[in-house]
């Protein structure tokens, strides 16, 4: 008997931290409705029960509280910084700034800094059991590595005399090229749309990072296609979009960073975030503020 109570008490527990429940517990006061046997997973987190931080970890900077029992330092801002320094020169080159259009000089970021750094980054976010985090600075270090693969002169994989600049190739599409580079922007494109449906539930800032990104890969993949079709002009207008987007996708990327780093202990000011309204922290504030008009209505009756 004694063993069947904790058992259910241990389940209860479960169900206040995850939204599920079973046994007795179908019919907990926080299901509003009632329990759906037809659908289990109408009535979850309808109430007020605890919920997991958004991602599972911690690669929402800004982050209000710590993540229990860790003993590493968050990764988070170092991704982000590396990700957004060589995003910013590359959208430098992609905006024709200065009259520089040749982007061999984001190579070197690409593979030191937007690369290996933030590969590591991402790698640590693995150590701090954070899955959203790993993926994505994972990711898009590789991303970076593999661009300046792309871009660096001993492959010559997109150059003159290349796979894609020979007789053959040539015979078939002159700016067969410009297709290839597409593909591969595209499938960023489609990688960072799943990436920011994620970000749904974490905070204002981060949600825009990544839909700027997602623009970024968007334009640029629309002006491979466009110059392939002929519509140079078209192409090129669309690159310095990719480009706006890319330099607003940077200066985010650095103010989720700094977000991340600032605290008590190193600046004077914190920048706010903006948690959305559904969001754990944003659900937590309505929570207070409900109960501090609660509070006070009950004490002006009284």
């Not at 270090?141 to 002169?153: D, E, H, Q, R, V």
């Not at 700027?212 to 690159?239: I, K, P, Q, R």
């Not at 937590?284 to 006070?296: F, I, Q």
Request: charged content about 10%; overall charge neutral.
């Amino acid at each position: 008997m004694s063993t069947h109570l904790e058992n259910t008490s241990v389940e209860k527990e479960m169900g206040k931290t995850t939204g599920t429940t079973n046994g007795n517990a179908l019919h907990n006061s926080h299901y509003r409705g009632g329990y759906d046997p037809r659908n289990p997973m109408a009535n979850i987190h309808a109430g007020d029960d605890a919920r997991l931080p958004a991602f599972g970890g911690e690669f929402q900077p800004g982050l209000y509280k710590p993540v229990p029992n860790r003993h590493f330092a968050n990764p988070a801002p170092l991704g982000l910084s590396a990700f957004a320094l060589t995003t910013f020169v590359l959208s430098c080159v992609n905006l024709g700034t200065r009259g520089v259009s040749a982007p061999n000089i984001a190579v070197p970021l690409a593979f030191g800094y937007g690369g290996l750094v933030q590969l590591l980054a991402g790698m640590w976010e693995m150590a701090v059991g954070n899955t959203f985090g790993a993926t994505a600075l994972s990711s898009y270090g590789g991303f970076w590595i593999a661009w300046g693969i792309m871009l660096t002169p001993h492959w010559n994989i997109v150059g003159q005399g290349g796979p894609y600049h020979n007789s053959a190739s040539e015979a078939i599409d002159p700016l067969m090229v410009d297709s290839a580079e597409g593909f591969f922007l595209t499938g960023w494109f489609i990688f960072t749309t799943i990436l920011l449906l994620c970000t749904l539930r974490s905070t204002v800032m981060f949600f825009l990072l990544f839909f700027s990104l997602d623009l970024c890969f968007l334009m640029l993949a629309c002006s491979h296609y466009a110059v392939n079709n002929g519509a140079t002009e078209a192409g090129h207008t669309l690159t310095k979009a990719g480009g706006g987007f890319g330099m607003v996708a940077a200066f985010l990327a650095w103010y989720n960073a700094f977000a991340g780093i600032a605290d008590s202990s190193n600046s004077f000011f914190l920048i706010p975030v903006f948690h959305f309204p559904w969001s754990e922290k944003g659900r937590e504030n309505r929570l207070a503020r409900a109960a501090t008009r609660e509070t006070r209505a009950s004490g002006n009756s009284a």
